[in-house]
């Protein structure tokens, strides 16, 4: 079956470790996106792909870095610069010409 | 910028009532319209849409209706369950070639049997 799967589905960091998030998409979709989703806030996007080998920044970059190496796979590097990490990550994709984005089942990472 | 504004919630309502959630946008052009639904601890599901003025999406006896004039897309359900108890998210994608979701903050809704 078609989908993205994200993993691990929980992940605990302790401060000043960096940590990657794993997203990959068997849709063949071109566009992949990472947002970052706080107790009772909307989804805020860190950083989106359009295409492979090129991504650009959202809305909350700061901290995170990523890369597009490969059409199927996002992955996200919360580095230690990110100030507070602690929350729920969501990967998603879209075929460039269908309008909807699909979602992953998230990550939940926690800074100990 | 584009946004969307929904309704803050919780929302409570017990089994059977009728559900409204509000969701107003802000976007140049003629975007395309979403509602999500999330569970606890899982990502988005996309639960309708609607891709020009005047289209109703409807799926799981949940309708919205695109309405330029008043630039919202409010979502209704004539009778909810207790399996309906989520958070929902309205969503917006601008037209003219590739552009990013933008999304609301989401209601809470809570159903009591």
């Known amino acids: 079956d078609g989908g993205i799967t994200q993993s691990p589905k929980y992940l605990f960091r302790k401060e000043g470790q960096n940590v990657t998030l794993s997203c990959e998409q068997n849709l063949n979709h071109d566009a992949m996106y990472w947002y970052r989703q706080d107790p009772g806030q909307g989804l805020r996007l860190i950083y989106y792909s359009q295409i492979v080998n090129d991504f650009q920044k959202g809305d909350i970059a700061e901290g995170y870095s990523v890369s597009r190496e490969k059409k199927e796979s996002f992955p996200l590097t919360v580095t230690s610069a990110q100030k507070n990490p602690t929350a729920f990550y969501l990967c998603?994709?879209?075929?460039?010409?269908?309008?909807?984005?699909?979602f992953g089942q998230g990550t939940r990472l926690t800074v100990v | 910028g584009d946004s969307v504004t929904q309704m803050e919630g919780p929302v409570t309502l017990s089994e059977e009532a009728f559900l409204t959630i509000n969701c107003t946008y802000t976007?140049?052009?003629?975007?395309?319209l979403f509602w999500y639904v999330q569970y606890p601890g899982e990502g988005l599901q996309l639960l309708l849409k609607?891709?020009?003025?005047?289209d109703k999406g409807s799926n799981k006896g949940f309708e919205a209706t695109y309405r330029k004039e008043t630039t919202s897309f409010h979502l209704e359900k004539g009778s909810v369950q207790v399996s309906d108890s989520a958070v929902y998210f309205c969503a917006l994608r601008a037209s003219g070639g590739y552009q990013k979701v933008t999304f609301g903050t989401g209601t809470k809704l809570q159903v009591i049997p």
């Open positions: 998603a994709s879209s075929k460039e010409e269908v309008t909807e984005a699909f």
């Open positions: 976007a140049t052009g003629y975007p395309s």
């Open positions: 609607a891709t020009k003025a005047d």
